[in-house]
């Protein structure tokens, strides 16, 4: 398993930006904090978002003042490997 994926948070970033399309860093938060029923610490969540984009699997582009992220095609392999050892466990 990759690394990356030893961090749920992570994981569930990547989860949230496949299924949203292009969110902002903040939409992605709020997803995920609805989701959780938390609240994500603001230096973890970017600390994660960071990590993603430096090891190629998320892409970042600036949209007016806000940051917008998309999959890359290494970040959605990493997402369909580890969806496939979670299907054949359950």
Do not use: N
């Amino acid at each position: 398993m990759a690394k990356w994926l030893r961090s749920g948070l992570r994981r569930d970033i990547c989860v949230v930006v496949a299924s949203e399309g292009d969110p902002t860093a903040q939409e992605c938060k709020a997803a995920l904090e609805s989701q959780y029923d938390g609240r994500i610490e603001p230096s973890q969540f970017y600390g994660a978002l960071d990590t993603l984009t430096e090891k190629g699997h998320l892409t970042k582009r600036v949209d007016g003042i806000h940051d917008r992220y998309a999959l890359t095609e290494a970040g959605e392999q990493a997402l369909r490997d580890h969806y496939e050892w979670v299907r054949e466990a359950l």
